[in-house]
């Protein structure tokens, strides 16, 4: 069984931190590129953060400067660090786990709710 899970959303107030993990226990973890897509309400997805397995690291303008992502192979776990919210940043927020080689594969969390208010 894929099992790909999604925690440490909620709510917080504008300026303030949250730390998103995602476990995946799919096997050759260290195989995978990791992405955090995230979906608010009428609006099209967006990927506000990736790493590859090589480590590379690649951020969507929006979140430049504010979002930190890290992998940890030996857990088999990708991070999101969010700090200096907006409420823009408030959306559903999803872990995704893409291997091309040898074949194609992507797994998909069932998202969580990142909500940024006052």
């Known amino acids: 069984q894929v099992q790909v899970v999604e925690s440490g959303g909620g709510l917080v107030q504008p300026g303030g931190s949250l730390r998103l993990s995602c476990p995946a226990s799919?096997?050759?973890?260290?195989?995978?590129?990791m992405g955090w897509p995230r979906q608010a309400p009428g609006k099209q997805r967006e990927l506000v953060a990736s790493?590859?397995?090589?480590?590379?690291?690649n951020y969507a303008d929006s979140v430049k400067c504010r979002f930190t992502i890290s992998r940890d192979n030996a857990k088999k776990s990708v991070f999101l660090q969010m700090n200096s919210l907006k409420p823009e940043d408030t959306a559903v927020y999803y872990c995704?786990?893409?291997?091309?080689?040898?074949?194609?594969?992507?797994?998909w969390g069932q998202g969580i709710q990142v909500t940024v208010s006052s």
């Open positions: 995704r786990a893409t291997r091309t080689i040898p074949l194609a594969y992507e797994y």
């Open positions: 799919v096997s050759s973890f260290s195989s995978y590129h």
């Open positions: 790493i590859f397995s090589t480590g590379t690291t």
